[in-house]
């Protein structure tokens, strides 16, 4: 049975990998910490590892990504997206008052709200409106801030988080689904050293994710490396700049090609750039869910 690590019981990375799996035979260990979900698998104490990369309102994962990039090299195995449906968790009764509000919660008592900083952000319209007076906490995870509303009572303090989390540590939502747009997702990778078998649920494409360092010395080094995928018909989903953390000014272009590494093109492209004196590294070659595939 599969070992897969992943933030804490509750959480929505949590969420995202029971949704994915459905029925498959797996086994989940949780962390509270990021650094030893990568940890578990680069150590063998789990097979693969859940890492959510990026974030409709956020963008990139900035920590998550510098992991895979400077920290590890674990291919990506699959990814997939994944709804980020925050919702306002803590007791309701410590903010009941039928005097001032007709008996309904009101928000305006909060004295803090704690969340990871990437939930918190997908809310802020959300908290500035309702609570404006609220001191903003960061965690680990939403998971992590559910736990310690949890174990502080009668502080007027809500967590931001997942049913799921809500559920676990027997709390009540106050307001469900508060993050400020209707499409937040985020997409998740697994990472691994081995390959895993297609999972039932349908494909929605295939991806290549590289990493490419152009020469110091090469003008319009980036321009030719788009050309090679360009001329060939290659469609790019996604490209980043990344700091190499060398020196200033030194960067790594990270990239998302819709294609297999199993093909003629993918590879011709690649042959291409490293002529050209640029590095490349490949970050895997995999199968993409979609959650509205999935759902």
Known sequence: ???????????????????????????LVHY?????VFLSTVNGTTDY?????????????SLHMDWLVHEIDIPMRLEWVYPSLQNLIGRQDEFMSSFESGGKVDLTQVTKVISHPVAMAQCLQFIRSHMP???LENASSTA????????NPNQRW????????????????LAKYITDHDNNFTRFILIGPTALEQLKAPVSEEKTSVLITLP???????????SAFSWRKLNLSRIESRPTKKKLGSYYFYIDV?????????????????ALGCQVRILGSYLSYNYEVLS
């Open 32 to 36: 509270k910490q990021i650094a030893d």
């Open 133 to 135: 007076n609220a001191e």
């Open 49 to 61: 590892s859940v890492i959510p990369i990026e974030n409709t309102i956020e963008g990139s994962v």
């Open 216 to 226: 110091s010395d090469f003008p319009g080094a980036l321009h030719q490396v788009l």
């Open 258 to 274: 819709l294609h297999s590494l199993d093909s003629v093109l993918l590879p011709s492209a690649i042959e291409e750039i490293e």
């Open 144 to 151: 992590e801030a559910i736990e310690i509303v949890k174990k």
């Open 158 to 173: 809500l967590a931001i988080g997942t049913l799921l989390g809500a559920k676990k540590h027997e709390l009540d939502v």
């Open 1 to 27: 049975m599969k070992r897969i690590a992943c933030l804490p019981e509750g959480s929505v990375s949590h969420e995202a990998v029971l949704h994915l799996f459905g029925d498959e035979p797996i086994t």
